[in-house]
């Protein structure tokens, strides 16, 4: 495959740090050619925001080869999203038409939990690489149970950047979430989690197809 384009649903454009994490996961599996991904920014389309009519306006839209489909499982089962995430695309009605095969990207609990591995990586994003302040990030073997991923990461971001008083009040940690994966090479940590492992099991059969 010389050239492969895929598209990204997301429910905001926070969601966008998935990108570099779909992209390194489509190297490690055997996609060597030019990667395009881009992002189906919706906000300037007209329409409901139900996830079928995003399906059907992403499509047509953003044309690609594979459509990465996320949402956050937040209080659910990875299985009922991916559920909900398979009926919306039946429910758009372009199966038939356009065959592009679907993949789910649905981290436990939040998209922030895929950026907690990599210590250096924070430190780096929070402009602070060299910094010494502990932070609390969590062992990989619990990541999927903490019930506020991105309020984890946000304070780990806090303390990473070695602000105090009016400094850190300045400081945007979400601002400063959207630049951890650029700061990664390896994402193989990941593939000890469970939705990454589900994750990568979808993308290996649509490539497949």
Known sequence: MNELRYTLITDGSSDTVLIPIITWTLRMNGIEGTIQPQWADL????????LDEKIRTSIEYYPCDVLFIHRDAEKELRENRAKEIRAAYCASKMTKAIQIPPICVIPVRM????????????????GNKNGQRSLPLPSLNTIESIPDPKNLLHECLK???GRTGRRLKKFRPASSAHQIPNFIEDFTPLRSLSAFI???KDLR???KK
């Not at 906000?43 to 139900?50: C, D, P, T, Y």
């Not at 998209?111 to 929070?126: G, K, N, S, V, Y």
């Open 43 to 50: 906000r300037l389309f007209s329409g409901g925001a139900k």
């Open 111 to 126: 998209q922030e939990a895929w950026l907690l591995f990599d210590e250096t990586a924070i430190r780096r994003a929070a």
């Open 159 to 161: 303390r990473a950047s």
């Open 198 to 200: 589900a994750f990568e």
């Open 205 to 207: 059969e649509a490539l």
